[in-house]
């Protein structure tokens, strides 16, 4: 994914703290307070447990692992890796995520990666592995993690994704990301893409001099964006464009058609708009018009003697959702954006 001479450029302290802001793990806004940071690691062995660490506070007393109300049970279910004890154990420490796996396991993981990796797979090639790997062990029971935010999320082949960065950004275009708040640009992504990987990434800062005076109306204030991506890297594949708040409101929104009623109401602007991108879209509206039928079909009577019907109607719908992104490009990318992101 990495040209040998890739360059980052653009990037202030401030405008790369702001940009991985926005990928943090956040707390939904309809779930209740906001949660603890951080995550708990268990390390057991023979119905020990070694090592108890907690990813902002360091390590912790491994007899803290245990808990008093549940007695024995609640030891071996830690010792064992269960989920269930591992949201306890992330509760009693205040942690949003915690992690089981026992001695030895990282050592196996890097062992069967060193076994099967060869020399002239690229970075593609080499994290799929390494995550195909975990699968494996997680499977086996090495490891184990709460919450299961991934579970039977499939993991893709490197032509997958290779397939998918064709239909996205072809060879000697770049994709852009620009946010926008308070009348001015917040942050802004740009990404160029030369034979099979990407040779820049460049963040706002190598941008906003081009941009001049903004209007205050992003809606508008985005085409000098564009305009200054397309001198300075070259043609643009894909470009996403939207306020700060709505792109972060829609990062954690699960609902069907949501991101296809912000891209129709242009709280969120793609231009150009790549035929996979479209393809989506069309079937998050689908998505959302099988909510709606069945929402409808339950409430009005009469329809609901049409039968036959309108089973055909859900069952079209239905295969159309169905064979959403994740059956086209392997992985459906907005559901594992959703798991990454909330809390």
């Known amino acids: 994914m990495l040209t040998p001479n890739v360059r980052f450029e ?13 990928w943090q793990p956040r707390a939904i806004a309809d779930r ?17 447990v070694l090592k108890l660490l907690h990813t902002r506070q360091g390590r912790l007393d491994p007899a803290s692992a245990a808990n008093p109300d549940q007695g024995e049970a609640h030891a071996l279910a830690l010792r064992n890796g269960r989920p269930s004890a591992l949201a306890q154990l992330a509760r009693v420490h205040g942690a949003s995520w915690a992690l089981g796996m026992r001695l030895g396991a990282l050592d196996e993981v890097m062992e069967r990666f060193g076994a099967r990796a060869r020399r002239g797979d690229d970075l593609t090639t080499q994290s799929l592995m390494l995550v195909g790997i975990a699968r494996e062990m997680f499977d ?23 397939r998918t960065l ?14 926008f708040d308070a009348g001015d640009l917040w942050t802004a992504f740009v990404a160029r893409r030369r034979g099979a990987a ?16 903004l209007s205050g109306d992003w809606r508008r204030d985005y085409r000098h964006l564009a305009g200054a991506v397309e001198d300075r890297y070259g043609p643009l594949g894909f470009g996403c464009y939207a ?6 409101a829609l990062q954690t929104d699960g609902r069907p058609g949501a991101w296809s009623r912000a891209v129709a109401v242009r709280d969120v ?12 879209l069309g079937f998050d509206s689908a998505r959302f018009a099988l909510k709606g039928l069945i929402s409808l079909t339950g409430r009005i009577v009469p329809v609901g003697l049409l039968g036959p019907m309108v089973d ?5 719908i239905a295969k159309l959702t169905g064979k959403d992104v994740g059956a086209l490009l392997g992985f459906d990318p907005l559901a594992v954006l959703r798991g990454l992101l909330e809390r």
Do not use: Y
């Open 166 to 179: 064709d239909a996205i950004c072809p060879d000697g275009r770049a994709i852009a990301l620009g946010l």
């Open 243 to 248: 306020e700060l708040e709505t792109f972060r």
């Open 312 to 316: 055909a109607a859900r069952s079209r």
């Open 269 to 280: 602007v793609i231009a150009p708009m790549p035929t996979g991108v479209g393809m989506a």
């Open 32 to 48: 209740g307070p906001k949660p603890a940071q951080g995550g708990v690691i268990v390390v057991h062995d023979d119905g020990e």
């Open 10 to 22: 653009g990037w202030t302290t401030e405008a790369w703290l702001r940009f991985l802001r926005l």
């Open 198 to 213: 990407f040779d820049v990434f460049a963040g706002p800062d190598e941008l906003r001099p081009a941009l001049g005076l």
């Open 140 to 162: 086996e029971g090495a490891i184990t993690a709460w919450p299961q935010r991934f579970r039977g999320v499939p993991i893709p082949t490197p032509q997958v994704v290779r």
